[in-house]
């Protein structure tokens, strides 16, 4: 059972413009959700997150939200650059348990 | 930010013969780690978790006697594939969760991973 859904597998956007990214999850003790940024043969690394006490977190380009009671998260990148493309993945916990990945979202940005 | 290593990167192998793959913390201490696997454009799996010093946790489906998991200090934990065969080739990536300084506890940072061939 998915407990983590990106239910968009790719998405394309131009240089410049807004990409959002878009996570559900069906479990609602999750309290830690976390993005994470993949490159082809390459582990994923660590973007940004958000713990369930918050509903924004900004860090730069990248701004994570979070609606609870929706159980959605979302990931804006503002500008984005060619270099963001990428899969990215959400990720969700409980407490100090292991992250539940979703399937990932394959984002390109066109110059 | 706190650094997973992982070696090899990359290993060829015949049927039969047993991969070790080792995933390092280069920078701060992990008390757990975690072993994924990922298949083509599907999500990463949670194989296993290993604490220090203890027995791995293996997820239901994954065979704990033909995935061996030792995690023998805070910063090295191996998986070693057994009597390997061309269905488990596949992209395999460690974890690491710690208290890197300035990281955050709830953070995993992974390693680079590591495609295994098996032929």
């Known amino acids: 059972d998915q407990q983590v859904k990106q239910n968009s597998p790719s998405l394309s956007v131009q240089e410049g413009r807004i990409s959002i990214l878009n996570c559900d999850y069906t479990n609602s003790m999750f309290d830690y959700f976390l993005w994470y940024k993949k490159y082809p043969a390459e582990g994923p690394t660590f973007l940004i997150s958000i713990s369930s006490i918050k509903d924004k977190n900004e860090d730069g380009r990248f701004t994570v939200f979070l609606n609870k009671s929706a159980k959605h998260l979302s990931l804006h990148i503002v500008p984005s650059q060619p270099g963001d493309s990428a899969v990215y993945f959400c990720?969700?916990?409980?407490?100090?348990?292991?992250?539940?990945f979703g399937t990932g979202t394959r984002l390109t940005v066109i110059p | 930010g706190a650094v997973v290593s992982q070696h090899p990167s990359r290993v060829i192998c015949k049927s039969g013969t047993s991969v070790k793959i080792e995933c390092r913390s280069l920078d701060f201490q992990a008390t757990t780690m975690f072993w994924y696997r990922q298949f083509p454009k599907q999500s990463l799996m949670l194989m296993a978790t290993s604490n220090e010093g203890s027995k791995a946790t293996y997820e239901q489906g994954v065979e704990k006697d033909k995935f061996l998991i030792n995690h023998a200090s805070l910063t090295l934990s191996t998986l070693t594939v057994t009597s390997a065969h061309p269905e488990d080739s596949s992209f395999y990536i460690c974890?690491?969760?710690?208290?890197?300084?300035?990281?955050?506890?709830?953070?995993?940072?992974f390693g680079p991973g590591t495609r295994l061939l098996v032929l």
């Open positions: 990720a969700a916990k409980t407490g100090a348990n292991n992250l539940f």
């Open positions: 974890s690491a969760r710690g208290d890197p300084s300035g990281g955050r506890q709830e953070t995993q940072y």
